[in-house]
Structures are given as C-alpha cells and as structure tokens.
C-alpha cells in the first residue's frame, strides 16, 4: 500500500524569499510521485511529476522537487517566492500498473508582501 | 473550452434529498473518477471506472453510487444527502499512459441542510 505525509498545513513566506514544501511517501514498490496545486475555487492541477527517469523534477512557474529514495521524501522548492503562488498544493503517489493515486492531505501556502 | 467540466458547480440541498453531480469529458480518457474534499483531509477516492463497463468503490463509497453512462460522462449520486456529505466534490479523468496523471474538473460545492 502506499501513503503520503505533508509536514505542516500551512506555510508562510515573504515574497522573493525560498518556498519549501516538504513531501514524505511510503510504496513498497518504485513509486510514480506528484505535486499539484489547487488555485481557489479551481479544481487541482500538474505542477510536476516524477516517473523513475531523473531524479531532479522541473515543474511549471518555476516550481522543482526532488525525488530522494533514501529520505522517501518528494521536497517541492521554488527560489523565490511570488504572491502568485499562494494556493494549496498536494503531494500525491501512484504506482505503475495500480489502480489509484493517493493524495496527501494539502499544504496551504500564504506570501506576504 | 474545460476538458472537464462539472455540473452544477454550486448546490445547496436539505438532508434526505437525492442528488446528481455530473461531469463530462473531452480528453477521450477511459478511466474516471469522483474525489471528495474536506479541509485538512486532501481528496479521498470515491468511486472509480475504467472503462464503460467497470465500475469499483473507493475508500469511502458509502452513501454513494455512480453511473457511467458513456466514455465521456460519469455522475455522482447521493441516495438519501446527510450533513456530513457537505464537501467539495471533483471529478477526474487520466491515462494509464501518463503515469495516470489526473486532470480535475472545476468541482462541485455541495452544502447538505
């Protein structure tokens, strides 16, 4: 079976300053891992996905994660912060040939200006 | 135009009553599914289909049933609506072929009175 931890429900940052949104998984076999990200009153979407080839993981709006199997971790970071990116993101796990994707419980993240 | 869409988008109801919530695709993927959201629980798996004829319960079917009545279209029902049923509905579509990447609709608020 597999599982996915988000450490904090909620996290703040000032504006230009590093974005980090930490992902821990369980699988018990090569996991497919996900970020998507929930802009308000939207349904969620792609921010990037690692599927076994590199393990550094280039998303959209500049957003990367890394997958380390050592850590079970699935880190999201971004540079620098923009007031745009406020929005809930989500960790997610699949495995190849499985039947369902699942989610972590959702990380809010607020930039102050 | 959305790839998928949802209807209704809002809906308030009473307790006992029956609901629908519908969703319709065109990105011409066979496997679909419902998602239920609540604050700090991320999206739990309804039901899911993979095809016209295969339907399975998710983590937390009770209360609920299907119907997926073409490739394209898949609806929620909700039998007898409790409070409890008040969330944020998404429906959800991928391919197998992209590590079953999920594409989201816009979602359904549903408040049960």
């Known amino acids: 079976a597999q599982s996915v931890t988000q450490l904090g429900s909620h996290v703040s940052v000032s504006e230009g300053a590093l974005v980090l949104l930490r992902c821990n998984y369980s699988s018990s076999v090569p996991p497919y891992l996900f970020w998507y990200v929930q802009y308000p009153n939207q349904g969620l979407q792609l921010l990037l996905k690692?599927?076994?080839?590199?393990?550094l993981v280039k998303g959209i709006n500049g957003f990367e994660a890394e997958f380390k199997k050592s850590e079970t971790s699935f880190h999201l970071t971004k540079p620098s912060a923009h007031m745009s990116d406020a929005a809930e993101y989500f960790c997610a796990v699949s495995v190849p040939g499985g039947f369902k994707t699942i989610f972590g419980a959702g990380t809010r993240l607020f930039v102050k200006a | 135009d959305a790839d998928v869409t949802q209807t209704p988008r809002n809906r308030i109801t009473k307790t006992g009553k029956r609901i629908m919530l519908e969703c319709s695709q065109t990105k011409g993927h066979d496997r679909m599914y419902w998602y239920r959201q609540d604050p700090g629980l991320g999206l739990r798996l309804i039901y899911y289909s993979f095809d016209v004829k295969d339907i399975n319960k998710g983590e937390i079917s009770d209360g609920y049933s299907v119907s997926r009545q073409a490739q394209a279209k898949f609806s929620l029902s909700l039998e007898s609506a409790i409070p409890n049923q008040t969330a944020l509905y998404f429906c959800?579509?991928?391919?197998?072929?992209?590590?079953?990447?999920?594409?989201f609709g816009p979602g359904t608020r549903l408040t049960v009175l």
């Open positions: 690692y599927t076994s080839a590199a393990t």
């Open positions: 959800a579509t991928s391919d197998p072929g992209t590590a079953d990447t999920q594409y």
